[in-house]
């Protein structure tokens, strides 16, 4: 069997991979890219672009049902196929193609493609035909939708989000299974666009928010709109003649028996390190099997081993996922000295619609106590009422002594937006106060932000 | 007649002098607000709000006509009179009502209608039947559209901004003079709503960038979508049967004649103080015949009379009038002593498609060897592209020594957010190293944002 020794071994060729690949590049000569699986970034493969573009379509179809309010008096046939055309050329063209352009330019004598395994802690096995000893390892190799026991037997037929935007027509019905991102993102564009959708949770929680109202306001505009079945689980599913017979049994004793043309998995996702063998890394692993990492610089306790991207199965999002790549190139070009990168405010989106934006702290990770929060409903807000978009509300939450902004939680209409103005506030540790100098031009989805911020000011000054 | 002696007169019962108002009420029982014309402010009655409903109605039915890209094949009709009645209900209930009901909540004592006129510095005339004697003066009286003189004769059948909003149903065509704000808000929308319609410049610049680059690319972004003779003047406007027929001489010597149902005039706002004899006041008048002021106190000169709002003909924007109306307010209060307000960095947005947003200070207010500026397209940004929008461009001006942020110029979809995350990097001195330092979610728009600082980061470390 052919050995090859190298000084850095790189596992996963993805937004972290690659991140990671372009930094230790500039240093040596003497390192390897190990690939499992298509190349393309989660991200642009069946992540966030082709999600976003099937959003694109579902916001429109949704617009032109309110349009009578504002004179537009428009109806509208979905053509799914022109739909899935669009998404899988976009995505070929403008999205992943960028990405395989980049992979092509890397010489192969630093590419190999296969399952790495661990060996030991330096030595890796890629699908029992070569052997990598690697003075340095970076675990890059993202991560695989989570796919219950129940449903494991019926998995070449079922969908996740690896394989639901390679459709090339919207079914008749569907069955999502999961309330978070993934669910609720696809879920409600299917929905808009005709499908007849049914969306399962499994605790009654539902996307991203940690406040209890914040909660509770979600379920029920979400539950306005869409069919969702909260609580409760899965407890048998068969294949009919053109789809699926699916049992799920409610935390309240109720057994719901229907039948769908399609069932979309989304119930969270797991790392691909479960399948690298991690036992005989020598790595110190956590509760989920999955090595402890320092996040500052991302390395596996105080090993020749790092990891990123959405392999540490903490925060599977594009720009984390960059940043982590880098951190651990980093960290690992100056091993065995400690180099800590810079990590930023947690910021996350949902593009659902409300859409729903968490920025810094969230509201579960802040003491009750040490903080006064601000709080808006949309339909306060002028540009919301021009669009009778009135759905959602906002929180923010700060430092009782200080008044510095923490956190956000964010739902409605332009929580992307005001997201990026709060974790720019958040970044710089501005207090309320030093943000609410800011000018916020009239009418403007800002205007609530502006709300929040100044109730939170108002309960400083009182407390 | 009657005479009335007071501490404090305030000219003009809008967002800057109800914002007067409130502060000085606090401090003192002697004050009187002054009113001529139809009370609520002009954002609400005939500015930003209508024209916002109308343009959401307008970005509808543009939309629709895109969709077939998406897999959305759609269409609509317009319906005008519902168009209509809605901005005319919604503005009624849901933004002048609210100015309405505080008014009233004002004691009668404290108010009186009519046209104020200087008779010498401390004495102002009522519709010539009250004579008001004020310690301090305040003049938030607001502005008017401008009517150049070939269309004197005309006004009573023409339209503003004044009248735009009480139509009961769209005209089948449109003629709109200038090219400012409200020329290319309402004319787009009018022209997206199936209106013929036309736009007039005069010196061939459109909308609000300074630098050439910018205008230039507005001007054919613009003008690929909407019917725009950017040069001239126009020479004759007289009735005919339906409407009107304009004669309009282009600078390289063209003479134009067409005939439209309506025409809207939207040449730009005069200050009301030039129906106040102001020459009787004894301020200090500039070239354009309004009173010399300080914009960190609002006070005219070294005098007891202080301006706010749209009456300075210098910012005619909401969140500027209500920050004038209460620095005006507090140095009042504070005269003779000298009390300094606070401003804000500059925001500017026109809400056209693309949109236009100038924050802080804009090119042509800057030195250009003083600054480095860094550029991108919106077609680089991948939401952008899921949105199959691709026009437009922005422009971020930095110090070149301190590398500070100092101004923007943004041409495209999502200006107005992106205008506030800098607008807040503005207010607080933040150098472009300092502002990337956020996170940016991957795809949203502000990712163009961050193409534009990179590149000036990049063009700062090289100078």
Chains 1, 2 share one sequence.
């Not at 070449?156 to 919207?170: A, V």
Request: contains cysteine; glycine residues 10%; proline residues 4%.
């Amino acid at each position: 069997m052919e050995t090859r020794e190298v000084e850095y071994a790189i596992i996963g060729v993805g937004t972290a991979g690659l991140g990671a690949f372009s930094r230790i590049r500039k240093q040596t000569d003497s390192l390897l890219l190990i690939q499992h699986g298509p190349y393309g970034t989660t991200c642009a493969r069946v992540g966030c672009m082709p999600s976003k573009m099937l959003i694109a379509a579902s916001d429109l179809a949704h617009a032109i049902e309110g349009g009578s309010f504002f004179g537009i008096d428009g109806n509208y046939q979905v053509n799914g196929k022109r739909l899935f055309e669009r998404i899988q050329k976009d995505r070929a063209e403008k999205f992943v193609g960028g990405v395989l352009r980049y992979v092509d330019t890397i010489d192969n004598k630093f590419k190999v493609e296969g399952q790495a395994r661990f060996l030991d802690s330096h030595t890796l096995d890629v699908d029992g035909r070569l052997r990598v000893k690697a003075e340095k390892i970076i675990l890059a190799c993202g991560s695989s939708p989570y796919v219950a026991p129940v449903f494991e037997p019926l998995l070449q037929d079922l969908d996740t989000s690896d394989t639901i935007f390679e459709l090339d027509d919207l079914p008749r019905s569907m069955a999502v299974v999961g309330l978070g991102v993934i669910a609720l993102e696809i879920g409600q564009a299917f929905h808009r666009l005709g499908v007849q959708t049914t969306l399962y949770g499994h605790t009654g929680r539902i996307g991203a928010f940690t406040h209890p109202d914040m909660q509770k306001d979600v379920m029920q505009t979400m539950q306005q709109e869409l069919d969702i079945i909260p609580r409760g689980e899965f407890t048998r599913a068969v294949k009919v003649k053109d789809g699926f017979e699916l049992t799920y049994l409610t935390t309240d004793g109720k057994e719901i028996i229907r039948s769908y043309e399609r069932v979309l998995i989304a119930s969270g996702r797991r790392s691909n390190l479960r399948t690298m063998d991690l036992e005989k890394s020598g790595l110190i692993l956590d509760d989920r099997g999955l090595p402890q990492y320092d996040p500052l610089t991302m390395q596996c306790g105080n090993s020749h081993v790092f990891i990123s991207g959405d392999a540490t199965e903490d925060l599977p999002l594009w720009h984390e996922a960059y940043i982590e790549g880098r951190i651990a190139a980093d960290s690992a070009v100056a091993f065995p000295a400690h180099k800590e990168g810079k990590r930023t405010p947690g910021i996350g989106i949902y593009f659902t619609d409300p859409q729903m934006a968490c920025v810094g702290s969230v509201y579960s990770a802040l003491d009750p106590e040490q903080i006064v929060m601000g709080q808006a409903r949309m339909d306060s807000g002028p540009r919301h009422k021009i669009y009778n978009d009135l759905k959602g509300m906002m929180q923010v939450y700060v430092d009782k002594n200080s008044g510095i902004l923490l956190g956000a939680e964010v739902f409605g209409r332009g929580a992307e937006h005001m997201a990026h103005t709060l974790v720019l506030a958040i970044e710089h540790g501005l207090t309320v106060g030093e943000i609410l100098q800011m000018p916020v031009y009239h009418p403007t989805l800002e205007e609530v932000m502006k709300g929040a911020l100044t109730m939170a000011l108002f309960r400083l000054r009182k407390s």
